[in-house]
C-alpha cells in the first residue's frame, strides 16, 4: 500500500492532512496573495505586467496549446507572428531553432520539469504563474502574474467556478489550464483578435499531448469538462468588449469559440 493510500484509509490521519492543506491554501497562500494585491495597486510593490498594459493593441496573436493534432509544420507556420507558447512545447521551439514571443508556465509540476529547458529561449518573455515561487526559485527576468487560484487546488473537481479578469495586474484567474490564463493576458495585452491552436480538448486517444513534459494530472477525466467551462466564461467577456476569439486547431472536441481554417488564416499573412 503506497503512503497515499494509507493516508486516506485512516479517517483521522486524512482528515489532519486535509486541515493543513486548508490552513496552507486558503488561509497562508491567500493572505500573502491578497497583500500582495494591495501592494501592487498602491504602488508600494512593483508591478511587472504593467509594461505590456494595451502594448499590442489591434494586433493579433497565436495561442499554441499542446494537443496532440499540433504539428511542427504549424509552429514553424508562426514564426513571424505575435505568439504565447506553453509547458513542454519548448522542446519543439528549441528543436526548430526559435522561441514564441512570450511562454507560459502555471502548474508548478510542469515547471520544475521544463524549466532547465526554458533557459534555452533567451529571447522569450517567459510569463510564470505566481504560484510557483512556492515551488522553485524563479529567473529574474522572468514576467510574474499574479495567479489567483481560486479553491482549485483544494476542490478541482467541485462545482466549477472562475472569473476573467479585466486587470491582470491585479489578479489573472485560474480557469484549469494555462491557456485560459494566456487568454486573459493576451487581451490586458491589448490583442484584439486571438487564435488558439493545438486546443484539442479531446482525450479519447492514448497520445494526449504533442509533446509530453511526463507529468500526469490527477484530475485528468474531468479536463475537458473543466476547460469547456472556463472558455464559455472567456467567450461571454470576448463577445462583451470586443475581442475576437477563433479556434483554428486542427479537429479536436473544442467548439465554443468560431472555428476558422488555420491555413487561410496564415495564408493572409
Avoid at 462545482?159 to 485560459?180: H, L, P
Wanted: charged share 20%; proline share 3%.
Amino acid at each position: 500500500m503506497s503512503l497515499k493510500s494509507y493516508v486516506k484509509s485512516n479517517k483521522v490521519l486524512y482528515k489532519g492532512v486535509l486541515a493543513v492543506r486548508y490552513v496552507q491554501y486558503n488561509i497562508l497562500r491567500r493572505a500573502v496573495f491578497e497583500t500582495n494585491a494591495v501592494l501592487r495597486k498602491v504602488g508600494l510593490q512593483k508591478d511587472p505586467l504593467e509594461r505590456f498594459h494595451n502594448r499590442y493593441a489591434g494586433e493579433r496573436c497565436f495561442i499554441i496549446a499542446t494537443g496532440p493534432s499540433l504539428t511542427m509544420n504549424d509552429i514553424e507556420s508562426l514564426r513571424n507572428e505575435y505568439t504565447f507558447g506553453m509547458n513542454s512545447l519548448a522542446k519543439a521551439f528549441i528543436e526548430l531553432g526559435w522561441g514564441p514571443t512570450f511562454y507560459g508556465i502555471q502548474d508548478h509540476r510542469v515547471y520544475l520539469s521544463m524549466k532547465d529547458t526554458l533557459s534555452e529561449m533567451p529571447d522569450t518573455i517567459q510569463l510564470l504563474g505566481s504560484n510557483l515561487k512556492w515551488y522553485a526559485k524563479l529567473p529574474e527576468n522572468a514576467v510574474v502574474f499574479p495567479l489567483d487560484l481560486l479553491n482549485h487546488e483544494m476542490h478541482p473537481d467541485d462545482s466549477y467556478n472562475t472569473k476573467f479578469s479585466d486587470n491582470c495586474s491585479e489578479r489573472v484567474y485560474d480557469g484549469y489550464s494555462i491557456t485560459y490564463s494566456l487568454i486573459q493576458l493576451a487581451v490586458y495585452f491589448g490583442f484584439s483578435e486571438i487564435y488558439l491552436i493545438g486546443a484539442d480538448c479531446g482525450y479519447g486517444g492514448e497520445k494526449r499531448h504533442f509533446i509530453e513534459h511526463g507529468v500526469v494530472d490527477p484530475h485528468f477525466s474531468s479536463a475537458q469538462q473543466r476547460q469547456f467551462f472556463s472558455y464559455s466564461i472567456a467567450k461571454e467577456y470576448a463577445d462583451a468588449n470586443g475581442v475576437k476569439i477563433f479556434n483554428s486547431t486542427r479537429g479536436g472536441a473544442l467548439e465554443i469559440f468560431p472555428r476558422v481554417d488555420f491555413d487561410s488564416i496564415i495564408k493572409k499573412m
